[in-house]
């Protein structure tokens, strides 16, 4: 039995099936690379579903949280802490608004605060539009709002009307958004839908429908957020402002933390006791994310993201192979399309070439590696990806 074998055998015995029985027991990392506990060395260009945007191992995350867990580590929401404060401003200052912060531990429960928020703003509305094929967290109130069925039915029914629409269908939307819409929940593209981008003019138009009916405008940047596509924020490539934008996987650098942000006077909707935390924005992970954020500031690691992104994109553009349809995305963010439902024998056949990747869709492979990827990496799986899709095909 390999070391691998016996940690499965005892996840089995020991950890609830909800994850399945991972395939690879991981030991160590250093930048873009990770080791499995056999010794074997992967290319990661997944980062832990888009959460470790330095990499792991680096320095800067290292040296804030051993500095902060060594001076003081848990505050609970009773007292404030600096790392705390300067994170919040942090966030407004990137986004370049007034506004009002809410740190918590996750992504859905980010998107829970932005639910109470909508619910505070218009408790006479019930009328909640999403889209099919969106993700925002698993929470039974976020997960109201996801719009993948074979996640949500098992669990209804819900407390909240969610009117779902095709992701990138201005008509549609148009069509579902009323003076009864309470608010509009959207991604900026569909991460765990596919890395799918909609239109230039999509978020423009949710824009537009929600101060023509007074919706609120929800964009869930969790996936997105923090240099995903080049941009400190998804939007920013596009120009539209929300009202709440939620944050969180690529925020800590991989220690959980997440954000919901009120901006301008939606930072006041909530007041005392309104919502709460006890763990949320501890001054660990507000040490993290500060050096998540000053390290991509001061790295470069935006304009690397545009740099090896469009280099990954047109390398992998370039691969003829009767698997693969096209490549699409933006920055570091890719959506491999293949011609078949072959993602699970492509991922399979990656993993055992040396690479970590997702199959997201049946038809899809999703690329999401760290922001700190170079292009001699990014090369390396350009090179492989033919053969990669040869074993993959040969066992679809």
Not at 58 to 66: E, M
Not at 71 to 99: I, Q
Not at 122 to 135: D, L, S, Y
Not at 208 to 218: K, N, P, R, S
């Amino acid at each position: 039995m390999t070391r691998t074998q016996e940690l499965q055998a005892r996840w089995d015995a020991a950890l609830m099936p909800n994850y399945g029985t991972p395939p690879v027991a991981l030991s160590h990392g250093r930048g873009a690379e990770i080791w499995d506990v056999e010794g074997k060395r992967y290319l990661d260009l997944l980062a832990g579903i888009a959460v470790s945007g330095l990499g792991h191992g680096h320095q800067a995350i290292l040296s804030a949280v051993s500095r902060q867990v060594a001076v003081l580590a848990h505050t609970s929401n009773l007292y404030l802490h600096e790392p705390g404060v300067r994170l919040a401003e942090k966030l407004l200052e990137l986004l370049g608004t007034d506004g009002r912060v809410f740190l918590c531990n996750s992504g859905t429960e980010a998107n829970e605060a932005a639910f109470k928020i909508v619910r505070r703003r218009h408790p006479e509305r019930t009328k909640i539009v999403a889209a099919e094929n969106g993700f925002h967290g698993r929470s039974m109130g976020s997960l109201s709002l996801t719009g993948k069925p074979t996640i949500r039915k098992p669990f209804e029914p819900y407390g909240a009307t969610v009117t779902f629409v095709p992701y990138g269908d201005a008509s549609a939307l148009r069509g579902a958004v009323d003076a009864d819409t309470a608010a509009v929940f959207l991604e900026p593209a569909l991460g765990e839908g596919g890395v799918i981008f909609p239109p230039a003019d999509y978020l423009a138009t949710a824009r537009e429908l929600c101060d023509a009916t007074g919706a609120v405008f929800v964009l869930d940047e969790i996936q997105s957020g923090i240099g995903r596509t080049g941009h400190w924020f998804a939007h920013q490539r596009v120009g539209v402002r929300p009202d709440v934008l939620t944050l969180a996987k690529g925020l800590g650098g991989g220690l959980p933390i997440g954000a919901c942000i009120g901006l301008g006077e939606f930072g006041h909707t909530f007041q005392r006791g309104d919502h709460g935390t006890t763990f949320g924005g501890n001054p660990v992970s507000c040490a993290a994310a500060l050096a998540v954020i000053d390290t991509i500031a001061a790295e470069g690691l935006l304009e690397n993201v545009l740099k090896v992104g469009s280099a990954l994109t047109v390398g992998l553009g370039d691969v003829e192979h009767e698997l693969l349809n096209s490549v699409s995305g933006a920055g570091l963010w890719l959506r491999l399309e293949l011609a078949r439902e072959a993602s699970e024998a492509v991922e399979a056949a990656a993993r055992s070439a040396g690479f970590l990747v997702n199959a997201v869709q049946p038809n899809a492979i999703r690329l999401a590696p760290p922001l700190v990827l170079t292009a001699e990496q990014a090369q390396e799986f350009v090179d492989a990806l033919p053969g990669i899709l040869n074993v993959a095909g040969a066992a679809s």
